[in-house]
């Protein structure tokens, strides 16, 4: 049983992540894709675009259900900026690489860059962000 203040652990906490960014992950591309086939973005600004939906999603599902934070938003916010922040120049620069430089399609490049992004997102939100 968790006591009260305490994360709850690793067994429930990843599986919880991976739905939560799922779920992020789904805002995220759909506004990527409504970007490039309808209003006819560069995938470049539309994967920055879709990445900023997604967190918007992604904070509130990870304080209340999968870290169950009790730590003030006034200290969470700003961590998960600053987690944001690194994760954002992550993202493109691997988009960058798989679609730019590799010449792939940008939804395959999209879905190998957010596989690169959830160990350093996870890792990052349960030791600092929600801590």
Not at 9 to 24: D, K
Not at 90 to 114: I, K, M, R
């Amino acid at each position: 049983m968790r006591k009260t203040g305490e994360m709850p652990g690793h067994r429930y906490s990843i599986p919880m992540y991976l739905g939560a960014g799922g779920i992020a992950t789904a805002a995220h591309y759909a506004t990527m894709i409504a970007l490039v086939e309808i209003l006819g973005a560069r995938p470049i600004v539309a994967t920055g675009s879709g990445f900023a939906v997604g967190a918007a999603v992604k904070y509130w599902l990870n304080y209340v259900m999968v870290f169950r934070s009790d730590r003030e938003h006034v200290v969470a916010v700003p961590r998960f900026a600053v987690t944001l922040a690194v994760l954002f120049a992550g993202n493109l620069a691997a988009f960058w690489v798989f679609q730019e430089v590799l010449g792939l399609h940008y939804v395959v490049a999209q879905v190998l860059t957010t596989g690169a992004m959830i160990p350093p997102g996870y890792l990052l939100s349960r030791l600092w962000v929600y801590r």
